[in-house]
T-cell receptor
């Protein structure tokens, strides 16, 4: 199993600014994922962040907008850059310890004014 | 390639049964089921790794028809605690692609 600490839990930001979300895991994990969940919608994968390699972004998401760092096997950050109201969402980090279940952080609720 | 779930929403009385379907236009490699309560992170329910597999988790069970690229989640004798949004997921490689979701509400 894995316990994930995600910070901040919520934030209200002004358009044009950036926010960095942190994800700390209590054990070493190879696979880490960042998801976005807009209100009332499903979870959409932003990128896969594996340690020692560049993050792999899904269609519709680019590194300039969502830069990701993965400095070691227990930590990752996602930055939401140059924010607009359309970026208002819940952002979740997730880890997999194998090919079974994923564990999720508690999420970051972002509101952009 | 996002799996499509049906129905989109279900309203039940306690004790009633429900079936949630998950269908994919692409191959389903392994099917995951999660439940998410409002304001919380998704919680893993079960995984089906191969066609024909069926699994049970208390009064919640699932089946996986690999040929039809479908999976179904069965909730029997529903309880208030079953309320939430249910997501299936397809995991063709490392990443998990979530389905469109089914909102389930159970009333006394």
């Amino acid at each position: 199993s894995a316990v994930i600490s995600q910070k901040p839990s919520r934030d209200i930001c002004q358009r044009g600014t950036s926010l960095t979300i942190q994800c700390q895991v209590d054990s070493q994990v190879t696979m880490m994922f960042w998801y976005r969940q807009q209100p009332g919608q499903s979870l959409t994968l932003i990128a896969t962040a594996n340690q020692g390699s560049e993050a792999t972004y899904e269609s519709g998401f680019v590194i300039d907008k969502f830069p990701i760092s993965r400095p070691n096997l227990t930590f990752s950050t996602l930055t939401v850059s140059n924010m607009s109201p359309e970026d208002s969402s819940i952002y979740l980090c997730s880890v997999a310890t194998g090919y079974e279940k994923l564990f999720f952080g508690s999420g970051t609720q972002l509101s952009v004014l | 390639q996002q799996p499509v779930q049906s129905p989109q929403a279900v309203i039940l009385r306690e004790g009633e049964d429900a079936v949630i379907n998950c269908s994919s236009s692409k191959a389903l490699y392994s099917v995951h089921w999660y439940r998410q309560k409002h304001g919380e992170a998704p919680v893993f329910l079960m995984i089906l790794l191969k066609g024909g597999e069926q699994k049970g988790h208390e009064k919640i069970s699932a089946s996986f028809n690999e040929k039809k690229q479908q999976s179904s989640l069965y909730l029997t004798a529903s309880q208030l605690s079953y309320s939430g949004t249910y997501f299936c997921g397809n995991r063709p490689d490392d990443k998990l692609i979530f389905g469109t979701g089914t909102r389930l509400q159970v009333f006394p």
